[in-house]
């Protein structure tokens, strides 16, 4: 089973990892990626209130499937389920979640980390940040985009 979500409500990362497995004798490794919103500090020291995340319906989804078939391609992966989540959300709050099953582990954490890569780096969401002193929308970050590049610059797989 392959599953990409985006919804506004939390997800059951536990329910989600089970349904992967359920009824299966072949998987041998399940790997579970759960982003959580954190209050960090601002620049001035101002603690983070929430996130709002907003995405352009049926974009998103598309784009997150299209990854997902990549990493279909680049490892022998059994399942795999993908929920990002929109709307306002506050710290400690659960924001995506990436789960692969797969017969072995390796293919089972490195399409997990790809996935997430490439949700850093390519998945149509903006995120606005709520501050007890304002807001201001997140810009990209270097550092996701040196994250993504190496599964292109290596073309590394299984």
Known sequence: MFTVRIQE??????????????GRTDVGAVVTFTGLCRADAGADGA?????????????????????????????PLLGATVVHRHGRITPGEPIVLVVTSSAHRSAAFHAAEFLMDWLKTNAPFWKKEERADGGAWVAAKASDDVAADRWTATGESR
Do not use: K, N, Q, V
Request: net charge negative; proline share 7%.
């Open 9 to 22: 409500p939390p997800f059951d990362a536990a329910a989600e990892s089970a349904s992967l497995t359920l």
């Open 47 to 75: 603690a983070l209130a929430a996130l709002t995340l907003e995405h352009y319906p049926g974009m998103a989804e598309e784009e997150i499937t299209r990854h997902l078939e990549e990493a279909r391609r680049r490892w």
